[in-house]
């Protein structure tokens, strides 16, 4: 289904042709996000038994929630494995902390290593951060 958006020509008149094309992009990416978030309130608000139906009540909460909060949005994978990675890398960087097995020349490059990835994905994570936008 297509939903067609009818504005105006008054509120338009003043727009260049790139900007108009700008404000259908913008546009519509914003009412897709709208719909995203619709769709994890009407998720969340659903009984297993029930059909997935988004009310107008929901649309109003999506932006309601997006006008206030701002869109949620999903984190890409790679950050996800990156947090993974930089969590897991940290619990065994302390478990490897060893002064005594230091004299081994392997369990020194071992620990190095790991205290690289932790430290390698704990930085890529701080420099990519989504607050940073």
């Known amino acids: 289904m297509k939903i067609d958006i009818d504005i105006s020509d008054d ?8 900007a108009k094309t700008e ?5 519509k990416h914003y009412i897709e996000e709208v719909l995203d978030e619709a769709s994890r309130i009407e998720e969340s608000r659903r009984t297993s038994n029930s059909n997935p139906e988004i009310t107008a009540a929901i649309i ?7 006008r206030n909060y701002g869109i949620r949005k999903r984190k890409p994978k ?11 890398a940290s619990i065994f960087t302390g478990g490897l902390f060893d ?4 004299k081994d020349s392997g369990y020194v490059i071992l ?6 990835i932790a430290i390698v994905s704990t930085v890529y994570l701080i420099l990519n951060d989504n607050n940073n936008e």
Not at 23 to 27: F, G, I, L, N, Y
């Open 11 to 18: 509120k338009l008149q003043n727009l260049s042709l790139t």
């Open 78 to 88: 790679r950050q996800i494995i990156m947090q993974i990675l930089a969590f897991v």
């Open 99 to 102: 002064t005594e097995k230091f």
């Open 60 to 66: 109003n909460d999506a932006v309601v929630i997006a």
């Open 111 to 116: 620990f190095l290593v790991i205290f690289l």
């Open 23 to 27: 404000m259908e992009k913008v546009s």
